[in-house]
């Protein structure tokens, strides 16, 4: 009531307040948050505007792309010719054990064929460069020029040339977003070589190693042990190298042992992947006991 | 000859020419560019969030031009580009900008390396709020160079300030006002 003319004149409007927009739009950005971690409804509205945002990001990729093939097209000439005889060499090293190859394939073929066994993957394997890895640090991330198009699906397996690199959790139109291992809580079944005790290996986020939880301190494992895929999952084929054990620590009063291990594939360097084909469905997991069930007393009791 | 001292900051006594919507358009469209561009390691930590720092320029200068609906909608675009979860640039983009109308008759009286200060605790709360929504929502903490590109934008700032003003200066010195 201190003054009569608190609106200002029209010649001055300048809509809502700064706090009311504020308030708005934080409403807005916290209901969005909310929906998108909880629920995941905004996959469509994500795929639209990456559409709209992929011709800007390849266009930030152009100027790179261009040195880097400017540079492999100045390589000296000597140094291909060194690497042909290197690599010729190698063939001819290799060749028996090829050979040797094609033969068991063969035979392997014959043999699932006799026990009708399905084929264990599914579909083609894709080859996908790697466009950029991601920019959010809070996730490990990496982004590959292989999407819909290409047939590429979401849950598939990427691996490079020397072992598991993580899946495939979202797919565009032309390209696609890999979750690498080393990524917070992402697990993936293995099975230690050597000894082939199975666990399960969780991520643990930017700039740390992955390991391995609930294992007990008695297990067969040490440093240095090699990680493969269990193949229990259904998504990675079995026998794919994952890590290697650094180190484990075995303390009296833990009820597990620490194990820390460090991937084996260039999950943060490798410039090639390739997205491997589904792994054949696997037959149906039984039912969980229902609750009305008498209490399970122990993890080894048997399931009528 | 163009003249070195009109890349000089305007002082404020000096009267700006009106600014050009297009060019505030295109600005804010090479800062989404320059998020976008691919970078790994330690050039990682060091790039400043370049859509963030010309926002709060804009937001700061052209308050009537840009404010929190428009940072809000290039927040979404930035979600999408990083993948991560939808509307945490929006909203830290959102707070920014209700933060630099606030604050920017302050910011605009002192000289340029004492804005920068100032500009260095916005970009932080803008980060921060990221930061923030991410850990809530399970993230790990991230290490201290999380803090980096903030401070590296708030560097930049004379220089952005120096950059996007140069179009609305006055063409000729001040004193040669005959032949207008």
């Given at each position: 009531m201190?003054?009569?003319?608190?609106?200002?004149?029209?010649?001055?409007?300048?809509?809502p307040s700064p706090l009311a927009r504020l308030a708005f739009f934080g409403l807005l950005s916290l209901a969005l948050l909310f929906t998108?971690?909880?629920?995941?409804?905004?996959?469509?509205?994500?795929?639209?505007v990456a559409i709209a945002l992929y011709p800007l990001q390849r266009l930030v990729l152009w100027p790179g792309e261009a040195v880097g093939y400017a540079m492999t097209y100045f390589t000296v000439q000597r140094t291909l010719a060194g690497d042909n005889a290197a690599l010729k060499q190698e063939l001819l090293v290799q060749a028996p054990a090829m050979q040797g190859y094609q033969l068991l394939q063969q035979e392997n073929a014959r043999l699932r064929a006799l026990l009708e066994v399905e084929r264990r993957l599914q579909g083609a394997t894709t080859a996908a460069q790697v466009l950029y890895t991601?920019?959010?640090?809070?996730?490990?991330?990496?982004?590959?020029?292989?999407?819909?198009?290409a047939g590429?699906?979401?849950?598939?397996?990427?691996?490079?040339?020397?072992?598991?690199?993580?899946?495939?959790?979202?797919?565009?139109?032309y390209m696609a977003e890999v979750t690498l291992v080393t990524d917070k809580d992402y697990a993936v079944p293995v099975r230690v070589e050597r000894s082939g005790v199975r666990s399960v290996m969780y991520g643990a986020g930017t700039g740390r190693l992955p390991e391995l939880r609930f294992l007990s301190p008695n297990?067969?494992?040490?440093?240095?042990?090699?990680?493969?895929?269990?193949?229990?999952?259904?998504?990675?084929?079995?026998?794919?190298?994952?890590?290697?054990?650094?180190?484990?620590?075995?303390?009296?009063?833990?009820?597990?042992?620490?194990?820390?291990?460090?991937?084996?594939?260039?999950?943060?360097?490798?410039?090639?992947v390739l997205i491997l084909g589904r792994v054949a469905a696997l037959p149906q997991r039984p039912e969980e006991a229902t609750d009305n069930g008498p209490p399970r007393k122990g993890r080894n009791r048997v399931r009528e | 000859m163009p003249q070195l001292t009109s890349f000089a900051p305007a002082r404020p006594e000096e009267i700006l020419a009106p600014v050009k919507?297009?060019?505030?358009?295109?600005?804010?469209?090479?800062?989404?560019?320059?998020?976008?561009?691919?970078?790994?390691?330690?050039?990682?930590?060091?790039?400043?969030?370049?859509?963030?720092?010309?926002?709060?320029?804009?937001?700061?200068q052209e308050p009537r031009l840009i404010s929190v609906g428009i940072a809000w909608g290039l927040g979404l675009l930035m979600d999408v580009a990083d993948a991560s979860v939808f509307g945490q640039h929006a909203l830290a983009y959102a707070v920014l900008a209700y933060a630099a109308e606030y604050f920017r008759r302050r910011v605009l009286r002192f000289p340029l390396w004492q804005q920068a200060a100032q500009v260095a605790v916005l970009l932080l709360l803008c980060a921060g709020?990221?930061?923030?929504?991410?850990?809530v929502g399970g993230?790990?903490?991230?290490?201290?160079?999380?803090?980096?590109?903030?401070?590296?934008?708030?560097?930049?700032w004379p220089v952005v300030t120096a950059l996007l003003q140069w179009p609305q200066r006055p063409q000729r010195p001040a004193g040669s006002l005959a032949e207008h």
């Amino acid at each position: 009531m201190r003054h009569l003319s608190v609106e200002p004149p029209p010649f001055f409007h300048r809509g809502p307040s700064p706090l009311a927009r504020l308030a708005f739009f934080g409403l807005l950005s916290l209901a969005l948050l909310f929906t998108d971690t909880r629920y995941r409804y905004l996959e469509n509205v994500r795929q639209v505007v990456a559409i709209a945002l992929y011709p800007l990001q390849r266009l930030v990729l152009w100027p790179g792309e261009a040195v880097g093939y400017a540079m492999t097209y100045f390589t000296v000439q000597r140094t291909l010719a060194g690497d042909n005889a290197a690599l010729k060499q190698e063939l001819l090293v290799q060749a028996p054990a090829m050979q040797g190859y094609q033969l068991l394939q063969q035979e392997n073929a014959r043999l699932r064929a006799l026990l009708e066994v399905e084929r264990r993957l599914q579909g083609a394997t894709t080859a996908a460069q790697v466009l950029y890895t991601g920019r959010d640090p809070f996730t490990q991330k990496l982004f590959v020029d292989k999407g819909e198009s290409a047939g590429v699906q979401a849950g598939q397996a990427v691996i490079d040339e020397v072992g598991v690199v993580g899946q495939v959790t979202r797919v565009f139109p032309y390209m696609a977003e890999v979750t690498l291992v080393t990524d917070k809580d992402y697990a993936v079944p293995v099975r230690v070589e050597r000894s082939g005790v199975r666990s399960v290996m969780y991520g643990a986020g930017t700039g740390r190693l992955p390991e391995l939880r609930f294992l007990s301190p008695n297990s067969e494992i040490q440093a240095g042990d090699r990680l493969v895929t269990s193949g229990i999952d259904g998504t990675y084929p079995a026998g794919l190298a994952v890590a290697q054990v650094v180190s484990v620590e075995r303390e009296t009063g833990q009820i597990f042992a620490r194990v820390i291990c460090k991937p084996l594939a260039g999950v943060d360097r490798s410039s090639q992947v390739l997205i491997l084909g589904r792994v054949a469905a696997l037959p149906q997991r039984p039912e969980e006991a229902t609750d009305n069930g008498p209490p399970r007393k122990g993890r080894n009791r048997v399931r009528e | 000859m163009p003249q070195l001292t009109s890349f000089a900051p305007a002082r404020p006594e000096e009267i700006l020419a009106p600014v050009k919507p297009w060019f505030v358009v295109l600005t804010l469209f090479l800062g989404l560019i320059g998020n976008l561009i691919p970078v790994t390691g330690v050039a990682l930590a060091l790039k400043p969030d370049f859509l963030a720092l010309i926002l709060l320029y804009w937001c700061i200068q052209e308050p009537r031009l840009i404010s929190v609906g428009i940072a809000w909608g290039l927040g979404l675009l930035m979600d999408v580009a990083d993948a991560s979860v939808f509307g945490q640039h929006a909203l830290a983009y959102a707070v920014l900008a209700y933060a630099a109308e606030y604050f920017r008759r302050r910011v605009l009286r002192f000289p340029l390396w004492q804005q920068a200060a100032q500009v260095a605790v916005l970009l932080l709360l803008c980060a921060g709020l990221v930061l923030l929504v991410r850990v809530v929502g399970g993230a790990p903490l991230p290490r201290w160079t999380y803090a980096v590109g903030p401070l590296v934008g708030a560097l930049l700032w004379p220089v952005v300030t120096a950059l996007l003003q140069w179009p609305q200066r006055p063409q000729r010195p001040a004193g040669s006002l005959a032949e207008h």
